[in-house]
Nanobody, 123 residues
Framework: QVRLEESGGGSVQAGGSLTLSCAAS????????MAWFRQAPGNKREFVAA????????YYGNSAKGRFAISKDNAQSTLNLQMNSLKPEDTAVYYC????????????????WGQGTQVTVSS
C-alpha cells in the first residue's frame, strides 16, 4: 500500500514561488508514475504535472508549462513541485498521487492519493 504525504503549501502573493513536497512510502518501486493534481472549489480535478518514477519523462498540464517543474528523488522516495510565477488562479488544494500504469494525464489512473495541501495565491 503506497502512502503519500504532502507538505509545503501555504499562502503567497502573485508572482511568488512555492515548493511542494511529497513523501512516499510502501512500494513506490512498483509505480510507473507520480503526479500532482489540483482542485479548486467548484472545479474539477486538474492534472498539473507527472514524472516517470523509473524513468526520466516529465509531463505538464497547460497551466503548469513554463512555470512549474516536477522532480523526484528515488532514493528518498520524494516528489517535488517547484511553482514559480504563481497566479491567483493557481489557488487550489494540491494532491500528490501515484500510479502503477494507465494514462498518465487521467486522475483515474492514480489509485493512491495524499491528503492534499492548500496553496493560496493572493493578487
Amino acid at each position: 500500500q503506497v502512502r503519500l504525504e504532502e507538505s509545503g503549501g501555504g499562502s503567497v502573493q502573485a508572482g511568488g514561488s512555492l515548493t511542494l513536497s511529497c513523501a512516499a512510502s510502501g512500494g513506490t518501486f512498483r509505480m510507473r508514475s507520480m503526479a500532482w493534481f489540483r482542485q479548486a472549489p467548484g472545479n474539477k480535478r486538474e492534472f498539473v504535472a507527472a514524472i516517470e518514477w523509473n524513468g526520466d519523462g516529465t509531463y505538464y498540464g497547460n497551466s503548469a508549462k513554463g512555470r512549474f517543474a516536477i522532480s523526484k528523488d528515488n532514493a528518498q522516495s520524494t516528489l517535488n513541485l517547484q511553482m514559480n510565477s504563481l497566479k491567483p488562479e493557481d489557488t487550489a488544494v494540491y494532491y500528490c498521487t501515484a500510479s502503477p500504469g494507465g494514462n498518465i494525464y487521467y486522475d483515474r489512473s492514480y489509485p493512491y492519493w495524499g491528503q492534499g495541501t492548500q496553496v493560496t495565491v493572493s493578487s
